[in-house]
């Protein structure tokens, strides 16, 4: 349906007043508007920290790090991009101060700007801008860039002032700024207020940038007494002043609110392009199945290290509502911190779930958790899904439990132990860098066609993305496959370990790849759905063991 004349269209979405509006979930439901009527999109996020990449950062301070199919450790949006689009990010879907600055710094060294002062303007507003052209091209109609943080921000001037630049070259025919914005409800006083956003679209009226498009995010709905007050001081049309209302149940309800207020029907006129028929059928029917399942519900356990912060396992919890969708059925989770079921106990904190999910990390802390958890999984015969770290506990737990390798232990943990299980690459060893340095992005697996994840796939070879150092050793796979556990993914030529299962279980799959980066709404991860599935059969059986046997210790 391609109705593009003309360049590659540039949309630039900054955000006012606070952060946390949802600007990577507002970026995402534009795309997918957008594709949906006929154009071909791309995403980007351009994040105004001095961190190179997230890479490095605790997911304490930055959430998940999402790992894209090229191996770039990434900000957490693109998650969202990829699901609601289906649009596959890259390197260049994800530029941070760090990395911009990086860059013209290493040009400077290598005298690419002899003879002259390397300032910030032109020269890092010049990086910025060669970044947001990294997206155009013949397959792009339009480029979503979103800017990270708010205005008014020391260190997002820079990007601000890339992007007032980068209209002005296009026209403004072929590029327009949308501003996320928020209209608190004052309880107090009984009353919405414009003020915090029309003080942000002063501020970005002074590095020159007026907003063509107003986004407001509201607990409640706005009149047009507001919405004509904001585009009167805001200085926006009328019709472009959206309102973007918490969604009752989910956020993939954002692009049909959106829709319905024609926000991409504006766009497309602002940037001369047809304004095709928009097909949002399939999306309207996922959404109406995840707000009344028709199978009911089911609770999940999710054991890990960050639970404390949901942005932590963003994408895990996105792919257990996705195998929700695909089963028909809500997924509950119960958030469980691996560290107190050291101290309580696995079954007084997982009685009555009906799957178990432990997803990855790095260090120590609450593994002896996670390690508990399995086995009270694998004893039990609750379906269990193992997601890197996962893996690395399920087959320590096997080991130990099972093989009678006491200690058994990963050497990222216990570096001394009798038994490394798990231990460091060959070629991870030599690495003395943190930045981008683990085993990263998509990589083939050869699986077993006969196994659960053979069957749950449908298919014998696969690609999924990575983010670890350790890897199974292989030494143990003969003495613990004589044990019962299936080693039904390998990565072919290399001989890694990729997926484990056990054969006298209900469902037990643990995988050293994010399987999780790879599921969408409208196309749930084969094994997030089998998990979700086999819990969904199992419903209750955790709970009629719960009322025969208390909460005790497990032993297997
Ligand atoms: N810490 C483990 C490793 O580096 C697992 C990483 C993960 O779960 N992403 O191999």
Excluded at 285 to 313: C, H, N, W
Excluded at 353 to 370: A, Q
Excluded at 399 to 411: D, I, K, Q, Y
Aim: glycine share 10%; charged share 25%; aromatic share 8%.
């Amino acid at each position: 349906m391609a109705t593009r004349n003309g360049p590659t269209r540039h949309v630039f979405i900054t955000g006012g007043v606070v952060s946390s509006l949802g600007k990577g979930l507002t970026s995402a439901a534009l795309a997918l508007l957008l594709r949906q009527r006929g154009y071909r999109v791309k995403l980007q996020k351009l994040d105004p920290y001095l961190n190179v990449d997230p890479g490095t950062m605790s997911p304490y301070q930055h959430g998940e790090v999402y790992v894209t199919v090229d191996g770039a450790e990434t900000d957490l949006d693109l998650g969202h991009y990829e699901r609601f689009t289906g649009i596959p990010c890259t390197r260049n879907s994800n530029f941070t101060s760090g990395s911009i600055y990086r860059a013209v710094i290493t040009r400077e060294r290598e005298g690419g700007y002899l003879g002259k002062t390397v300032q910030v303007i032109p020269h890092i507003t010049d990086e910025i801008k060669a970044a947001i052209r990294s997206l155009d091209g013949e397959d792009v109609d339009i480029a979503i860039t979103e800017i990270g943080g708010t205005v008014g921000d020391i260190e997002s001037l820079p990007f601000l002032e890339a992007i007032r630049q980068y209209r002005h070259e296009i026209g403004r025919r072929n590029g327009l700024f949308i501003h996320l914005t928020l209209v608190p409800y004052i309880k107090a006083a009984g009353e919405m207020k414009t003020k915090p956003s029309q003080q942000s679209v002063g501020i970005l009226r002074t590095i020159g940038i007026v907003p063509d498009v107003l986004i407001c995010r509201c607990e409640h709905s706005m009149t047009a007494e507001h919405k004509a007050k904001l585009a009167l001081f805001c200085d926006v049309d009328e019709n472009k002043v959206i309102e973007e209302k918490d969604v009752e149940h989910s956020i993939y309800e954002v692009p049909i609110e959106l829709a319905r207020q024609d926000v991409d029907v504006y766009i497309l006129e602002m940037l001369g392009l047809h304004v095709n028929p928009l097909e949002l059928s399939e999306w309207k029917r996922m959404v109406a199945t995840l707000i009344t399942p028709p199978q009911g519900l089911v609770e999940i356990g999710v054991v890990g290290k960050y639970i404390s912060l949901r942005d932590s396992y963003k994408s895990i919890y996105e792919a257990l509502t996705h195998g929700g969708i695909a089963n028909g059925v809500g997924v509950r989770i119960r958030m469980v911190e691996s560290e107190e079921v050291e101290k309580a106990g696995a079954a007084a904190l997982l009685a009555g779930v009906s799957g178990i999910l432990v997803p990855g990390g790095f260090g120590d802390r609450g593994i002896e958790g996670k390690i508990q958890t399995i086995q009270y999984a694998r004893v039990n015969r609750i379906p269990f899904f193992g997601i890197c770290l996962g893996m690395q506990c399920a087959t320590i737990e096997f080991a130990r439990n099972v093989c009678g390798m006491a200690g058994a232990n990963s050497t990222e943990f216990a570096p001394a132990t009798a038994y490394p299980v798990i231990d460091m690459m060959v070629e991870q060893k030599k690495v003395t860098e943190k930045g981008g340095t683990m085993r990263l992005g998509a990589y083939p697996c050869a699986i077993q066609s006969d196994s659960v994840a053979g069957k749950a796939y449908g298919r014998g070879e696969i690609s999924e993305r990575h983010r670890h150092r350790y890897e199974f050793n292989n030494r143990f796979r003969e003495k613990m496959q004589r044990a019962g556990m299936i080693f039904s993914g390998i990565c072919p030529g290399r001989d890694l370990v990729e997926i484990v299962e056990l054969a006298d279980h209900p469902w037990f799959v643990a995988c050293q790849f994010h399987p999780e980066f790879q599921s969408t709404p409208l196309q749930s991860h084969p094994l997030f759905r089998g998990f979700v599935g086999a819990a969904l059969r199992g419903q209750g059986k955790n709970e009629a063991r719960k009322s025969r046997r208390p909460a005790r210790p497990v032993k297997s």
